[in-house]
């Protein structure tokens, strides 16, 4: 439910301690003075549904073809980590052939997977960089804000607009 336009003004109208207290814990927004926006309304046919049947149009043929190779490869292989003994080898692997197939696929999307997460190093350092000037650039901007606000007892101010002493 959305907030009155009460609520509204009284959230922008207080301190970034209190206005901190008064934010929902699953609201993480630093802007000074923002009214809350209404989430967008849901349809029957939501994003997870879709990534879903997305997910299961890639994921179903791939199956059939796995099946479809384990079937054809099924019988048993020895595969040879000895170069120098042919008849006996000192260590030796005896397996279907599928299992030495997906064990290589595995292997591939493995490797493939730790150099794209090191390729990426630079970006994640630049994000965690800029994440850290932002939250001082906010920690300021409070800083420069509660400072900037007058106290009553220490400063004379002005009458308002609509008392008799106004000039």
């Given at each position: 439910?959305?907030?009155t336009l009460?609520?509204?003004?009284?959230?922008?109208?207080?301190?970034?301690?209190?206005?901190?207290?008064?934010?929902?814990?699953?609201?993480?927004?630093?802007?000074?003075?923002?009214?809350?926006?209404?989430?967008?309304?849901?349809?029957?046919?939501?994003?997870?549904?879709?990534?879903r049947?997305?997910?299961?149009?890639v994921?179903?043929?791939?199956?059939?073809?796995?099946?479809?190779?384990?079937?054809?490869?099924?019988h048993?292989?020895?595969?040879?980590?000895?170069?120098?003994?042919?008849?006996?080898?000192?260590?030796?692997?005896t397996?279907?052939?599928?299992?030495?197939l997906?064990?290589?696929?595995?292997?591939?999307?493995?490797?493939g997977?730790?150099?794209?997460?090191?390729?990426?190093?630079?970006?994640?350092?630049?994000?965690r960089?800029?994440?850290?000037?932002?939250?001082?650039?906010h920690?300021?901007?409070?800083?420069?804000?509660?400072?900037?606000?007058?106290?009553?007892?220490?400063?004379?101010?002005?009458?308002a607009?609509?008392?008799?002493?106004?000039?």
């Amino acid at each position: 439910m959305p907030p009155t336009l009460g609520e509204a003004v009284a959230y922008c109208g207080v301190s970034s301690q209190s206005r901190d207290a008064m934010r929902p814990s699953n609201v993480r927004s630093r802007t000074l003075c923002a009214l809350p926006v209404p989430a967008p309304a849901r349809t029957k046919i939501g994003e997870n549904t879709v990534t879903r049947f997305l997910k299961n149009l890639v994921l179903v043929p791939i199956a059939i073809v796995l099946v479809a190779l384990a079937v054809a490869n099924r019988h048993v292989v020895t595969l040879s980590l000895d170069p120098f003994a042919n008849a006996d080898p000192a260590i030796s692997i005896t397996a279907p052939l599928f299992w030495f197939l997906f064990a290589g696929v595995a292997f591939g999307v493995f490797i493939g997977g730790v150099a794209s997460w090191a390729r990426q190093g630079k970006w994640r350092k630049e994000a965690r960089v800029k994440r850290r000037e932002a939250n001082r650039w906010h920690e300021e901007a409070d800083r420069l804000k509660i400072a900037s606000q007058p106290e009553a007892s220490s400063s004379a101010s002005l009458p308002a607009p609509g008392s008799r002493n106004a000039a």
